[in-house]
């Protein structure tokens, strides 16, 4: 790969630099990695939680700054974070996540040093999530998001969806769409796995899971078929899920977390991946195992639907009920079908989702260079 970024110091800033950013902490990784394979320097800039320390080596050599929370956690208030930007010299400061005191530091940063500043918006400006707590985004509009996004050099969308979401709210139409890459694929899959499904990412109302869990009871594949759900979560969603899966008592397992060479395996000895989300920015865990030839299972809410038109993934609907039919349509595939299905589910992950593409154009997009083409 080039360097196009040689030189450049960038800053990602993020809520939090840990498992429980969830899937923008993913992104980050990528981010991250990505920027040091096209020369730059990465640094993150992130609030304190109580996973920072146990996930910094998730970023490899790369500097992360946590910084203190004072007050209340749910906006993150951090004295030192502005500073901390400061001090680094940075070219550019590239903001994943909104509405929390990392938009009002990100917006101070740009202010006072005029530099380049990127604001992705990370689904947040879905109407499932400004619809919760109206309150306090109501403040945050006021206080600070509508200046922040006014400030911002560019603000990136991961879909066509989400660039109709942001559009309406912010006002502009210069919005760059540029997807999440997926991981380096993993090589050609010569036969079909035992059937098994996997559910990767967070423990979180939106993600649909008590009606996964339920679904695959309904389907009643029997045999050796297994559900694996893997992921993390706050407490209480993490208990009720437990919950959920205990009383299904249908060869479905709850993991915890897994990371590095415990997610290779489960990416490469599953079938398919299952997302039954009500809705998403730009799933990483699809495109995972897209990388992996597992095709998809997935709602329409997921927002790749690439991976329809493409035959990498079957529409599995948000009810319990729609979610047992697809299972049993997916596990009836022969063997044949489904090996197309995993070339296809490939291809996307190494053509539109390429870690090339994608970096190409982000490389364009720090160096202020995006073209029209790429904008809305």
Known sequence: MSTPLAGKRIGLLTASASRLGGGVFEAVVHQADMIRRLGGEPVVFALRDRFSDADAARFGPCRVVHCAVAGPGFFGFAPGLVGQMEASDLDCLHLHGIWMYPSWAGLRWARRTGRRYVVSIHGMLNPWITARGRWKKAIGRTAYE?????????????????????????????????PNAAPPAAPPRSAMPPPRALYLGRAHPIKNL???????????????????????????????????????????????????????????????????????????????????????????????????????????????????????????????????????????????????????????????????????
């Open 146 to 178: 509508r200046a922040n996004w006014r400030a911002a050099s560019v603000i990136h969308a991961l879909t066509p969806v989400e660039d109709g979401d942001v559009a309406a709210e912010c006002g502009r139409g210069d919005i760059v769409v540029i």
């Open 210 to 376: 008590d009606n996964l869990v339920q679904g695959w009871r309904l389907a009643n594949l029997g045999g050796t078929a297994r559900l694996t759900l893997a992921g993390w979560g706050d407490p209480d969603d993490v208990a009720a899920l437990e919950r959920s899966v205990a009383a299904a008592d249908a060869n479905v397992e709850f993991l915890g977390p897994v990371y590095g060479d415990a997610k290779d395996r489960l990416l490469a000895e599953a079938r398919f991946v299952v997302l039954p989300s009500l809705t998403e920015g730009l799933p990483m865990a699809v495109l995972e195992g897209w990388a992996a030839g597992a095709p998809a299972i997935m709602t329409r809410g997921c927002n790749i639907p690439e991976g329809f038109a493409a035959g990498a993934a079957l529409e599995c609907g948000t009810d319990a009920p729609g979610i047992a039919e697809t299972f049993k349509a997916a596990f009836a595939l022969a063997e044949p079908e489904w090996l197309q299905m995993s070339l296809r589910a490939r291809t996307l992950a190494t053509s539109r989702f390429s870690p090339e593409v994608v970096a190409a154009q982000w490389a364009d997009v720090y160096r202020g260079q995006t073209t029209e083409g790429e904008r809305r």
